[in-house]
């Protein structure tokens, strides 16, 4: 079954540091991915998306991820964090043939915490 | 537009007592899904509807019912609560393809279940 994996769990950080959070993927055909953001209270928001072309993405707030198909990876990054990125961050996927059925399959999620 | 709506925000219930969570989209999407969210597990799809009298089952939908009479509504039913329900509930709904159309999910501000 396909399957999402985001490494961590916890990420405590203080603002300016640099973010980067792990996520793969397991499905071996061709996909979709995402990366979705829910702040404290708040419903999932789209932070970006890769569809096809430059495997580097720009989201919203300074975010890109880059997509690496050898890998079956779709990383998160930032230089540098806000208090305000404080949220939970979960990667998402789904397959091409499927990809309009509502069926995305989420990682477990991220909790970034940054400290002012 | 008010986009994915959902009520109740709140709910508590008594085990084996029955309740329907109701979501409503305005965006004439034809993919509506709901998830169910717990801690460590990210996000898991439980029912999905492709257009108006068309459902189907998600990775967990036992203990739930679903029905799609009208492309703007897809309520969830709780036919008797368990406490393992409690869960924060999201409805989400999608377009379908057209372009470079991904299936972005457009998620309402989920509603918060506890089950006594």
């Known amino acids: 079954a396909q399957s999402v994996s985001q490494h961590n769990h916890h990420v405590i950080l203080s603002e300016a540091a640099s973010l980067e959070l792990g996520c793969n993927y397991s499905y071996g055909g061709t996909v979709n991915l995402f990366w979705y953001v829910q702040y404290p209270g708040q419903h999932l928001q789209l932070l970006l998306k890769?569809?096809?072309?430059?495997?580097l993405v720009k989201g919203i707030k300074g975010f890109e991820a880059e997509f690496i198909k050898s890998k079956f990876s779709f990383n998160l990054r930032t230089p540098s964090v806000q208090w305000s990125d404080t949220a939970e961050y979960f990667c998402a996927v789904n397959r091409r043939q499927t990809s309009n059925t509502g069926k995305l399959i989420f990682g477990q999620g991220t909790t970034l915490q940054v400290k002012p | 537009n008010a986009g994915v709506t959902q009520t109740p925000k709140f709910q508590v219930l008594k085990t084996g007592q029955s309740m329907t969570l109701q979501c409503a989209q305005d965006?004439?999407?034809?993919?509506m899904s709901w998830y169910r969210q717990d801690p460590g597990m990210g996000l898991r799809l439980i029912h999905y509807?492709?257009?108006?009298?068309?459902?189907d089952q998600g990775e967990v939908p036992n203990g739930y019912n679903v029905s799609r009479s009208t492309t703007e509504d897809f309520p969830l039913r709780l036919l008797s609560a368990a406490p393992s329900q409690t869960s924060v509930y999201f409805c989400?709904?999608?377009?379908?393809?057209?372009?470079?159309?991904?299936?972005?999910?457009?998620f309402g501000e989920g509603s918060r279940l506890t089950v006594l």
């Open positions: 890769y569809f096809s072309g430059d495997p």
């Open positions: 509807s492709v257009g108006a009298g068309i459902t």
């Open positions: 965006m004439n999407h034809e993919y």
């Open positions: 989400a709904s999608t377009r379908r393809a057209l372009g470079d159309n991904t299936g972005e999910l457009f």
